[in-house]
């Protein structure tokens, strides 16, 4: 599978991976319903792989006769969660950083400065040079502080494993 087409849909047990995938540039829905059948229909429509904790969901035929891609993931906790889908789909962490909207999942598009000039706290129009922006949800993203802590936690976590 190459990996710029790799699109996801993340079950409600596992939902904080959306957000990280979203933050490593990938297209990833979050699945809040209550019926499986509707996620694993949605998955082979939009050819999206399955994150979830749920056993059932990988006993599906879909599944089994690999028709389907998912993962079953092992922890309960994000950070772990995290590294098993980049290690299983040998995800590059780095190259695809926040070009997604974590909120809602729109590729982002660039911005002059001067474009975003009226929109950002003066001390970031100052310090930043490259800017973001969702087309839909009009959030404006920054190389900030925030970018740097999660950019940092994720090298933790990748170079954890290798
Ligand atoms: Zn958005």
């Excluded at 598009?109 to 310090?127: A, L, N």
């Amino acid at each position: 599978m190459a990996e710029d087409t790799l699109r996801f849909i993340v079950d409600s047990n596992v939902g904080k991976l959306a957000k990280w995938l979203r933050m490593l540039g990938y297209d990833a829905v979050f699945f809040d319903g209550e019926d499986d059948a509707y996620m694993i229909d949605r998955a082979l429509k939009e050819g999206r792989v399955i994150l979830t904790r749920d056993t059932q969901v990988m006993k599906r035929g879909v599944i089994t006769s690999g028709r389907l891609k998912a993962i079953l993931i092992d922890s309960d906790q994000p950070e772990p969660q995290v590294r098993q889908v980049i290690d299983t789909l040998h995800i590059d962490s780095q190259s695809r950083l926040f070009t997604v909207c974590l909120e809602c999942n729109n590729p982002l598009e660039e911005r002059s400065k001067e474009e975003v000039e009226q929109r950002v706290p003066p001390y970031v129009f100052q310090t930043q040079q490259q800017y973001m922006e969702c087309p839909v949800c009009h959030r404006i993203y920054w190389r900030g502080t925030h970018w740097q802590a999660m950019v940092q936690k994720l090298e933790r976590l990748t170079k954890q494993h290798r």
